[in-house]
Antibody
């Protein structure tokens, strides 16, 4: 059974850097084809894909946020870390990590997802 | 960016009746290399993360009830719930994974009439 769980601060100040950790079980990020992504959802709004890291350390970022995002993995710890710099109140959202669906071609659907963590950006 | 526009934004359907949600893409998500549509559907219940229902536009995820079905190709897609159950009350999202950035529709709220 695949499970993922997000952890990190619930409150950050504007201009600060957010660091979120996704700890997972039930799969290995060293297995060919595997990936872990991050998706966020502002309160009452739609989903927005942020970043994804593959088993071979290849990375994909949303172009609109690429300059602010870094995704890394620690295979031995079964963790993926997302950092987002220069946080702003508009970045207030629930941040989810999710397992990349197998055989998603060149893209990625996500299954399953973690429960998410709400991050509020406020001074 | 590929923009996905869902319609309607919300719908209310009687128990046992059919519900249909449309997802229109600003460009085709059909790959000529493998003839597959790079589109998926999720269900999100209040306070929960999204749950995968359908991938490749019409392939039902294991364990998803067969009252859920996906159809369409190219730029126009539909998620159909053939007989709405109380537990189907949720927001439904489509997502394209054809090109980066992978994008989601704005969501459709399904309620019981």
């Amino acid at each position: 059974q695949i499970t993922l769980k997000e952890s990190g601060p619930t409150l950050v100040k504007p201009t600060q850097t957010l660091t979120l950790t996704c700890t997972f079980s039930g799969f290995s990020l060293s297995t060919s084809g595997v990936g872990v992504g991050w998706i966020r959802q502002p309160p009452g709004k739609a989903l927005e894909w942020l970043a994804l890291i593959y088993w071979d350390d290849d990375k994909r970022y949303s172009p609109s946020l690429k300059s602010r995002l870094t995704i890394t993995k620690d295979t031995s710890k079964n963790q993926v870390v997302l950092t987002m710099t220069n946080m702003d109140p508009v970045d207030t959202a629930t941040y989810y990590c999710a397992h990349r669906g197998p055989n998603s071609g060149g893209g990625a659907w996500f299954d399953p997802w973690g429960q998410g963590t709400l991050v509020t950006v406020s001074s | 960016d590929i923009v996905l526009t869902q319609s309607p934004d919300s719908l209310a359907v009687s128990l046992g009746e059919r519900a249909a949600i449309n997802c229109k893409s600003s460009q085709s998500v059909l790959s000529s290399s493998n003839n597959k549509n790079y589109l998926t559907w999720y269900q999100q219940k209040p306070g929960q993360p999204p749950k995968l229902l359908i991938y490749w536009a019409s392939t039902r995820e294991s364990g998803v009830p067969d009252r859920f079905s996906g159809s369409g190709s190219g730029t126009d897609f539909t998620l159909t719930i053939s007989s709405l159950q109380a537990e189907d009350v949720a927001v439904y999202y489509c997502q394209q994974y054809y090109s980066i950035p992978w994008t989601f529709g704005q969501g459709t709220q399904v309620e019981i009439k």
